[in-house]
């Protein structure tokens, strides 16, 4: 006799974004779309990183293929790909790319009356591209500030990290995912080729409040502060009781770091050093984005002094400093800072 077995019930992105619409504050269908029209530009990118490794055969990203094509680099065709679904999805006014150095103005007519402007580094990690090792895209919403009409100004993009309404990455890895937080949780959903659908794989995700993985270009350690290489030190000391010496994997991907660490607990820091002040990384869309995420998993992102989602943006492309992931790792860091501080003064 046949008995029907209950299977367990999966969730694709499109349907999870659907059931949380209510979350959401203002106009229902708005956000989900957004999330929806970066949903579909990623499988498309992801479909071009997997042909990464075909180089050889089809032609080197930047170069004339052997149709005599144009084969362009991959962040350049990332970019476009997340340009054109934010345009055609109708919800975007503007955008901020690592890729562009002035706004890019959605000027269609199906986005005249929009109300969204998106940050955007369309790939992350791209030294990695050539090497068949994790990259990533990171991005980020913001509602247009209230009253504010016509077209796209930068004020709109200059609001603080605590004024993001929804933000996530995508993570090409030995498997695709894509993780975002619209302010209540963060959710992860893993990219199932067979059917070509993000699935709900790690529902409410948190950060663990400690961990044992630094995460840090050390070749770079001459030119760090005092307290970073302290903090440095403190990893590296002997000490059983607390899970010392903690290890060092630092990939070059900040998404692939980032969200390691996230699932095993640990700390990511692009420090200031003496030739970068403000360090390498991007507050828009590389900082500010991850740190809305960390802190709805349970963890803390500062510049060392001052939470990340506080500081003023003043430039589409400005730098800060970075320390993010567990709360009791990143606390610690901040800790030697300040005593590195007090030590000169
Ligand atoms: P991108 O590829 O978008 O320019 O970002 C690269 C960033 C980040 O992903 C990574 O963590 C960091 O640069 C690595 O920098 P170093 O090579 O200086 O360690
Ligand atoms: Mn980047
Ligand atoms: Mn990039």
């Given at each position: 006799m046949f008995t029907h077995q209950p299977t367990k019930r999966f969730i694709t992105l499109g349907q999870f974004i659907i059931e949380r619409?209510?979350?959401?504050?203002?106009?229902?269908?708005e956000l989900s779309r957004l999330l929806r029209d970066i949903g579909i530009a990623s499988k498309i990118v992801n479909r071009e990183v997997n042909k990464a490794g075909l180089v050889d055969i089809i032609g080197d990203f930047g170069v004339t293929n052997i149709q005599g094509e144009d084969v362009k680099k991959l962040d350049v065709y990332a970019n476009e790909q997340f340009i054109n679904a934010l345009r055609s999805g109708g919800e975007c006014l503007a955008i901020a790319s690592?890729?562009?150095?002035?706004l890019v103005d959605i000027e269609s007519e199906v986005s005249k009356n929009a109300n969204y402007v998106v940050c955007i580094d369309?790939?992350?990690?791209?030294?990695n591209i050539d090497v068949n090792v994790n990259i990533g895209t990171i991005f980020s919403i913001y509602r247009r500030k209230e009253g504010m009409t016509g077209p796209t100004r930068l004020e709109d993009f200059m609001q603080k990290g605590t004024e993001q309404v929804a933000a996530g990455y995508v993570i090409y890895g030995s498997s695709t995912m894509m993780v975002y937080t619209t302010g209540k949780g963060v959710n992860g959903f893993t990219l199932d080729p067979s059917i070509g659908e993000f699935c709900?794989?790690?529902?409410?995700m948190k950060i663990p409040e400690d961990g044992s993985i630094y995460s840090i270009n050390e070749g770079n350690y001459a030119h760090f502060p005092r307290g970073v290489k302290d903090y440095i030190k403190f990893c590296q000391v002997d000490d059983k009781a607390t899970n010392r010496p903690y290890s060092t994997r630092y990939i070059g991907s900040l998404v692939a770091d980032f969200h390691r660490n996230m699932i095993k607990g640990g700390i990511y820091i692009y420090p200031s050093t003496g030739k970068s002040p403000n360090g390498k990384?991007?507050?828009?869309?590389?900082c500010n984005p991850l740190a809305f995420i960390a802190e709805q998993a349970g963890g803390v992102a500062s510049n060392g002094v001052k939470r990340i989602l506080e500081l003023q943006p003043e430039a589409l492309h400005q730098r800060t400093p970075l320390f993010i992931g567990s709360k009791k790792m990143v606390a610690k860091a901040e800790e030697l800072l300040r005593n590195a501080v007090e030590k000169v003064v």
């Open positions: 619409q209510s979350d959401f504050q203002y106009a229902k269908g690592e890729e562009n150095e002035d369309p790939l992350d990690g791209s030294s709900l794989s790690h529902p409410d990384l991007r507050l828009l869309y590389e």
